[in-house]
C-alpha cells in the first residue's frame, strides 16, 4: 500500500454502539479505479463517507498522497482532492437548488468558469433553472429526475 495514492487500513468506524465497519483495508494506486461491492447495509457507504471526512472512524488509517486523512474536517478533506458524492435524493433540504448545484464548486477560485458549468448543468436539465430558487428538500422526485413531462 506504499505507493497508493488512496489507502485504507483496517478502518472501524461506528454508529453510536453499533460498528458499521471492521477491518476495512484497500488501496487506489494513482491513475486506476478501485470498486467496492456489497449488499445493502453492508458498509460501502459508511466506507466512503469515513475516507471523505464526514464521519470518523474509532481505528485505523485512511492515507491520501502519503498523509493521514482520518479525522480530517470534510472541507480539508475536499480541498486535498477527495469528494463523495452521495446517491439517490440527498441533498441539502433546507438550501436551493442553485445553492446545492454551487456546492459542487465549493473549492473552485474560477467564479467565471463555475457560472459557465452552472448553465451546462441548466443545458442538461432545464428544470433545475426554473427551480433555482427553491428548496431542494421540496422538490418531488420526478421533477428532481426529469426535464420534460411524460407523453402519451
Known amino acids: 500500500m506504499a505507493d ?6 483496517n478502518l472501524e468506524t461506528y454508529y453510536g454502539p ?3 465497519i471492521r477491518g476495512v483495508s484497500f488501496a487506489v ?3 486506476s ?3 467496492i461491492l456489497g449488499a445493502n447495509g453492508a458498509g460501502k457507504s459508511t466506507i466512503l463517507k469515513t475516507v471523505s471526512g464526514v464521519m470518523d472512524p474509532q481505528k485505523g488509517t485512511v492515507t491520501f498522497a502519503g498523509r493521514e486523512i482520518q479525522g480530517m474536517d470534510p472541507d480539508k478533506v475536499t480541498r486535498l482532492g ?3 458524492v452521495p446517491e ?3 441533498v441539502f433540504p433546507f438550501l436551493s437548488v442553485r445553492e446545492n448545484l454551487m456546492m459542487g464548486a465549493f ?3 474560477d467564479a467565471g468558469g463555475v457560472a459557465e458549468d452552472l448553465e451546462l448543468v441548466y443545458s442538461y436539465f432545464p428544470v433545475l433553472r426554473s427551480r ?3 428548496r431542494a428538500g421540496s422538490l418531488s422526485g420526478a421533477s428532481s429526475r426529469c426535464s420534460r413531462s411524460a407523453g402519451p
Open 132 to 134: 433555482a430558487e427553491q
Open 4 to 9: 497508493a495514492l488512496l489507502a485504507v487500513a
Open 107 to 109: 473549492t473552485r477560485r
Open 88 to 90: 439517490g435524493r440527498e
Open 18 to 20: 453499533i460498528m458499521a
Open 29 to 31: 494506486p494513482e491513475r
Open 82 to 84: 477527495i469528494s463523495h
Open 33 to 35: 479505479v478501485v470498486t
